[in-house]
T-cell receptor, first 113, second 112 residues
């Protein structure tokens, strides 16, 4: 079945560690996005990519990094520079630039221990 | 700065009630407004609205956009416990990037 797969579902990070969240889609979508969700704050955009080998910062990019080496994959690295990384992370994709119906993965819950 | 505001932030009703959720926005280049339902994990798409005054309906759910008032409402009639979820409103105010600006969400709890 077509869709977006995020892994892992749960992730624990120690202080000072970098961790990478995976996002894979087999929908042949051009655009992919990473959002962070905190209670009472809705979804905030971290990074987005409109095409392979290109990505732009969203509203809260500090402490995060991404890559888009393949159309299907858009991994997010949460670096040690992100001071408050505990949150629910959602990856999304849309068919093309300007197509605004986004499809979401099941999310990764990251906790700092 | 572009922003989307939803109200109320949370709501508790009983089965059979009708609820109205609100979404207001301030964006530079409005293209569309979307409603999503988030039950546990992934938000699922409900509606996309681009034109004022035209109601979109799906079963007991309906939504309408008012571009003059820069707002949208989502109505749910004859609510059921399965309607309990976070309802997210998002606006595409981008220049063709597909970036969505999300509101805080409304948490709806429907009691039996």
């Amino acid at each position: 079945d077509g869709g977006i797969t995020q892994s892992p579902k749960y992730l624990f990070r120690k202080e000072g560690q970098n961790v990478t969240l995976s996002c894979e889609q087999n929908l042949n979508h051009d655009a992919m996005y990473w959002y962070r969700q905190d209670p009472g704050q809705g979804l905030r955009l971290i990074y987005y990519s409109q095409i392979v080998n290109d990505f732009q910062k969203g509203d809260i990019a500090e402490g995060y990094s991404v890559s888009r080496e393949k159309k299907e994959s858009f991994p997010l690295t949460v670096t040690s520079a992100q001071k408050n990384p505990t949150a629910f992370y959602l990856c999304a994709s849309s068919a093309k630039v300007g197509s605004t119906e986004a499809f979401f993965g099941q999310g990764t819950r990251l906790t700092v221990v | 700065e572009d922003k989307v505001v939803q109200s109320p932030l949370s709501l508790v009703v009983h089965e059979g009630d009708t609820v109205t959720l609100n979404c207001s926005y301030e964006v530079t280049n409005f293209r569309s407004l979307l409603w999503y339902k988030q039950e546990k994990k992934a938000p699922t798409f409900l509606f996309m609205l681009t034109s004022s005054g035209i109601e979109k309906k799906s079963g007991r759910l309906g939504s309408i956009l008012d571009k003059k008032e820069l707002s949208s409402i989502l109505n749910i009639t004859a609510t059921q416990t399965g309607d309990s979820a976070i309802y997210l409103c998002a606006v595409d105010g981008s220049s063709n990037t597909g970036k969505l600006i999300f509101g805080q969400g409304t948490t709806l709890q429907v009691k039996p």
